[in-house]
């Protein structure tokens, strides 16, 4: 059966796609799509809007009912996907930037990085590939998306922690895959370890089917705050787990750790979330932070206005179709969990 496709609905896509989307990034596969516009899917801007409009206003709400049945259509969540503007940034105006990327494509978006305190004029030492990234509803810089530490930047990561008061850091990554490094050992097992002028101490470890849980002790200059370290290790590598349920529990778990510590702290500051890029699996669990309180309040979902705001804030956000299918089967899941106990 032939598949037709849906209108493309900005000057962002004025080039044939099959050159727009020769290489996808972070990854080394190549990937050829020809797309011929037959009619329109998504509420957009006009058809000469930049991509930048395009992030601000493209929309789609669905009711439950709608969701379930978007979430088995392949061949229209595809579609979507390709749709939406990657908003990838192209340079960092920072000169030696580059050292503190775990990979060459993927860019902290400059209106929305994190800025660290620069040290003894060092202009680099402000520099960590991390965006502030928005919640649910309009929640201004609720989490953090960020690249696994590299071994140059641990310091970093905890200058990051300690500046932003964060209450909960997500880890969805394991340390190597197919023997490729993915993100370095930045928290001990057990016990004690000096990173730079921060003292980590694990406070207790408890183990989950699909992730552990360490509630962590940082000191620095003779001051203590709690942090809630969620490893989730059960996200195959280069594909999407077989059930969303356990990532659904990790998601309401974070929140309800967030709500404790913050009281426990008398702060509230983001939630640190990164993978291996900071994009990918950290795209999949902040849409499912936003798109579960999105149903738990209207009981409406609009998974394109999700991933568009989380590419304003960081580009490339939800790495894969395969992802983005996930991530809408996941909340159709959930969305069945609220509809059975109504």
């Not at 598949?3 to 962002?12: D, F, L, Q, V």
């Not at 003894?120 to 502030?132: E, R, T, W």
């Amino acid at each position: 059966m032939e598949i037709e496709s849906p209108t493309i609905c900005c000057a962002y896509w004025s080039k044939p796609a099959s050159l727009l989307f020769k290489r996808r990034r972070g990854s080394n596969n190549s990937l050829t799509i020809s797309i011929t516009p037959k009619h329109r899917l998504i509420s957009s801007p006009p058809a000469d809007c930049p991509p930048d409009e395009y992030l601000l206003t493209a929309t789609r709400k669905l009711t439950i009912d709608e969701l379930h049945k978007h979430a088995q259509d392949a061949r229209l969540l595809y579609h979507e996907f390709w749709t939406i503007p990657t908003n990838h940034l192209e340079k960092l105006r920072i000169c030696g930037a580059g050292t503190k990327n775990r990979y060459g494509t993927i860019i902290a978006n400059e209106h929305s990085r994190v800025k660290l305190p620069e040290l003894s004029g060092d202009p680099l030492s402000s520099y960590i590939n991390a965006n502030y990234v928005n919640g649910y509803p309009n929640e201004y810089q609720t989490f953090i998306a960020t690249q696994g530490p590299l071994a140059n930047t641990i310091i970093d990561f905890y200058r990051m922690i300690w500046q932003e008061h964060v209450p909960v850091i997500v880890m969805i990554t394991r340390l190597y895959e197919k023997n490729k490094a993915k993100c370095e050992r930045y928290i001990p097992d057990s016990g004690s370890n000096q990173y730079g002028p921060f003292q980590v101490h694990v406070k207790s470890v408890s183990h989950q089917s699909d992730y552990e849980i360490r509630r962590l002790i940082i000191e620095f200059e003779n001051e203590q705050r709690e942090v809630e370290h969620y490893w989730y290790t059960a996200w195959p590598d280069q594909s999407c787990p077989d059930v969303a349920q356990p990532l659904i529990e990790l998601v309401k778990n974070v929140e309800k750790t967030r709500i404790e510590l913050t009281d426990t702290n008398k702060h509230s500051g983001p939630i640190v979330v990164h993978c291996s890029a900071g994009i990918g699996r950290t795209g999949c669990f902040i849409a499912l932070s936003n798109g579960i309180k999105q149903l738990d309040k209207e009981h409406t979902i609009d998974i394109v206005r999700i991933l568009c705001d989380l590419r304003r804030d960081r580009g490339g956000m939800i790495q894969t179709n395969d992802q983005y299918q996930f991530v809408y089967q996941a909340l159709s899941e959930y969305a069945r969990t609220l509809q059975s106990s109504s």
